[in-house]
């Protein structure tokens, strides 16, 4: 039996990812008996990387602005340098990644994979790491950036870069299997209006 057996994970792409945090964490998850769904900015085929040459190419199973993060018990958002950056300019992809933080869901998201989070508003207050170059951006939206290999912070793991992948992959599993943390829980009770 796998540790996420009968969760259901969102993996977040489009051109310009990098293929091998694409397929990595997949790949770890999946092991672990999660079922796995790709989103992009459209549902069928992109792009993927390796570094700056073009690699692998995704099929996504759905449009993110069909999908709902009422549907999946965790996320993942791989990086690449374009791929972000044209998630974070879709309204849809910023709705959905928002979603997740809002109900406290597991997150997990490597290299460049963080900036959509800027635009999605839940950077501020998290301590977080990334591909060095998201540092300046990263603070300046409220969050504080590490140097490590992984980090969590209230249901959010982040990683570097590709060389983090046996450290970021372990970790989401860890993540995704106990779902929404008790802190979340009552942080969530907290920020919600009394009855």
Same mark, same amino acid.
């Given at each position: 039996?796998?540790?996420?057996?009968?969760? @259901?994970?969102?993996? $977040?792409?489009?051109?310009?990812?990098?293929?091998?945090?694409l397929?990595?964490? #997949?790949?770890?998850?999946?092991?672990? !008996?999660?079922e796995?769904?790709?989103?992009?900015?459209? %549902?069928?085929?992109?792009?993927?990387?390796?570094?700056?040459?073009?690699?692998?190419?995704?099929? /996504?199973?759905?449009?993110?602005?069909?999908?709902?993060? *009422?549907?999946? *018990?965790?996320?993942? $958002?791989? !990086?690449?340098?374009?791929?972000?950056?044209?998630? @974070?300019v879709?309204?849809?992809?910023? @709705?959905?990644? @928002?979603?997740?933080?809002?109900? %406290?869901?597991?997150?997990?998201?490597?290299?460049? !994979?963080?900036? +959509? $989070?800027?635009?999605?508003?839940?950077?501020n207050?998290l301590?977080?790491?990334?591909?060095?170059?998201?540092?300046?951006?990263?603070?300046?939206?409220?969050?504080?950036?590490?140097?490590?290999?992984?980090?969590?912070? #209230?249901?959010? +793991?982040?990683?570097r870069?590709?060389?983090?992948?046996?450290?970021?992959? /372990?970790?989401?599993?860890?993540?995704?299997?106990?779902?929404?943390?008790?802190?979340? %829980?009552?942080?969530?009770?907290?920020?919600?209006?009394?009855?």
């Open positions: 039996m796998g540790k996420l057996d009968g969760k @259901r994970i969102a993996f $977040l792409a489009t051109d310009g990812v990098e293929e091998v945090e397929t990595e964490p #997949r790949k770890a998850v999946e092991d672990e !008996g999660a796995v769904e790709l989103l992009s900015l459209k %549902k069928g085929e992109f792009q993927g990387f390796d570094h700056l040459d073009k690699d692998q190419v995704f099929t /996504a199973d759905k449009a993110v602005k069909d999908a709902s993060g *009422d549907d999946y *018990d965790g996320l993942v $958002l791989p !990086g690449g340098v374009a791929n972000p950056d044209f998630l @974070r879709d309204e849809n992809a910023v @709705r959905f990644v @928002r979603g997740f933080f809002d109900a %406290k869901k597991p997150v997990g998201a490597i290299c460049h !994979g963080p900036w +959509t $989070l800027i635009d999605a508003g839940v950077a207050g301590t977080l790491t990334s591909w060095p170059s998201l540092k300046t951006d990263l603070e300046n939206a409220g969050a504080t950036w590490v140097d490590e290999e992984v980090h969590v912070d #209230r249901g959010l +793991t982040t990683s870069n590709p060389d983090d992948l046996p450290a970021f992959c /372990a970790k989401i599993v860890e993540e995704f299997a106990e779902g929404t943390h008790e802190e979340l %829980k009552e942080q969530a009770a907290a920020d919600s209006p009394a009855a």
